[in-house]
């Protein structure tokens, strides 16, 4: 479903489809979006963002990822943005960026049965277009650790040609830290 999905938002990204077919599309939305909501539960029980197996673990606001390579210091993986990524003129937004490595960060932060942690800063440097709808290679890994402090970095790269960088903080949370 969620690979559907993440297609579909694609596809409405690049489509100028038929008035007729607008309408008929979104009826058929609103029908899945009635039967999905009487299937709601509370945040803790929902199954999106926890299905670490599936690319981006079905959590549809991050590109689809998938980790290749993890130890508690490391990850590597490859990462495909698409269509509805699109800045302009072929380049994955902006925004689109931060999100891959928050969430790689973060899950790298929480590694090695470390707490949860939350990023206080993410800084990021575009250094070169990032392309969408090609297979992008990624890595993220420790810098340093002191105390509740977790300093990480990440690279995304398109072969050898360096994409974009990441360097963030995250703060492991005290007991009962929301
Ligand atoms: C299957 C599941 C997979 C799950 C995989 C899931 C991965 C998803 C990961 C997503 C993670 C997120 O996006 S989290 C959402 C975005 N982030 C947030 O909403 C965080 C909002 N901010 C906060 O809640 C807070 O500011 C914290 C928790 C970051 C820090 O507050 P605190 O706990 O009170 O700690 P505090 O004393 O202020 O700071 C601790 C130390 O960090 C330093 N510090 C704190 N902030 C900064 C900063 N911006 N820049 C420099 N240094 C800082 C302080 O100077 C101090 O250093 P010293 O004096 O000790 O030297």
């Known amino acids: 479903m969620v690979d559907q999905l993440r297609m579909f938002l694609d596809r409405v990204a690049a489509a ?3 008035p007729d077919l607008v309408n008929e599309i979104t009826k058929l939305a ?3 979006n009635a039967r999905l909501q009487s299937h709601e539960v509370a945040e803790y029980n929902q199954v999106a963002g926890q299905l670490i197996d599936l690319p981006g673990r079905a959590q549809l606001l991050t590109p689809a990822y998938t980790v290749e390579e993890l130890d508690d210091q490391r990850a590597a ?24 490595f928050d969430d790689l960060l973060g899950r790298l932060a929480l590694v090695g049965g470390r707490p949860k942690s939350r990023t206080a800063y993410l800084h ?37 040609r360096v994409c974009a960088e990441a360097h963030g903080l995250f703060v492991a949370l005290r007991p009962g830290q929301p």
């Not at 440097?125 to 990032?130: F, G, L, V």
């Not at 709808?133 to 050898?160: P, S, T």
Request: zero cysteines.
């Open 16 to 18: 100028v489809p038929p």
């Open 30 to 32: 609103a029908e899945f």
């Open 77 to 100: 993986g490859h990462v495909r943005f698409g269509r509805h990524h699109l800045g302009n003129n072929g380049a994955v937004h902006g925004g689109a960026i931060p999100l891959l």
């Open 124 to 160: 990021i440097d575009y250094r070169s277009i990032t392309p969408i709808d090609e297979d992008l290679q990624f890595e993220a890994w420790f810098e340093r650790e002191e105390g509740r402090k977790r300093v990480l970095r990440g690279a995304i790269r398109h072969n050898e």
